[in-house]
């Protein structure tokens, strides 16, 4: 099974809106990534954080990192309709030589 | 500066033929990966090399082989496709292993 889980599987939102997604995941981690997909192409990175980091921005993003919970946020602010794409979580296992094991996604539109 | 190349970018193959996949990075990184990413579906790790001359099975290693045939290069070989193995696959790279990784455009593998 996958170490992480996004939450939503998909999101609907107008321009202008703010745009949070989810992360859970199982075991213990070095770090955090998110990644974009704009349809049908490759994986962009946006952000990484590490197990010791509790919050961290990047323009318009701002990640969070809860690791007693085991779960982390993106929050996308004011919303552009070329941020619709899919966003994965990833994550870099502690436990095992894999690394980066990605979650299934969030699915995200922004209506203009 | 291309960054990760991937080749090809489609394929049909007919059950029980085999191929190479290619992948080279031009970034000096140690680590690279590979993925298959099947429709609606996020990433599944397939295997994944720390460095040359090193490699590990992944998620779902069943029915591929790979070469880190140098720095630059690493194949992923489906020595008898199925149509299970119809997927997109991407090659990825990162400085070290759970960095932040850099990721080609793609193979659209079809196996009919």
């Known amino acids: 099974s996958q170490q992480g889980e996004e939450d939503p599987q998909a999101l609907s939102i107008q321009e202008g809106e703010n745009a949070t997604m989810n992360c859970s995941y199982k075991t213990s981690i070095n770090n955090l990534q998110w990644y974009r997909q704009n349809s049908g192409r490759g994986l962009v990175h946006l952000i990484l954080?590490?197990?010791?980091?509790r919050e961290k921005h990047s323009g318009r993003l701002r990640v969070t990192l809860d690791t007693s919970k085991k779960s982390s946020s993106l929050l996308i602010t004011a919303s552009r309709a070329a941020d619709t794409a899919s966003y994965f979580c990833?994550?870099?296992?502690?436990?095992?030589?894999?690394?980066?094991?990605f979650g299934s996604g969030t699915r995200l539109l922004v209506r203009p | 500066n291309a960054g990760v190349t991937q080749t090809p970018k489609f394929q049909v193959l007919k059950t029980g033929q085999s191929m190479t996949l290619q992948c080279a990075q031009d970034m000096n990184h140690n680590s690279m990966y590979w993925y298959r990413q099947d429709p609606g579906m996020g990433l599944r790790l397939i295997y994944y090399?720390?460095?040359?001359?090193?490699?590990d099975k992944g998620e779902v290693p069943n029915g591929y082989n790979v070469s880190r045939l140098n720095k630059r290069e690493f194949s992923l070989r489906l020595e008898s496709a199925a149509p299970s193995q119809t997927s997109v696959y991407f090659c990825?790279?990162?400085?070290?292993?759970?960095?932040?990784?850099?990721f080609g455009q793609g193979t659209r593998l079809t196996v009919v």
């Open positions: 990825a790279s990162s400085e070290e292993g759970g960095a932040e990784a850099f």
């Open positions: 954080i590490r197990s010791n980091e």
């Open positions: 990833a994550t870099d296992r502690m436990d095992s030589s894999y690394k980066l094991i």
């Open positions: 090399s720390a460095s040359e001359g090193t490699t």
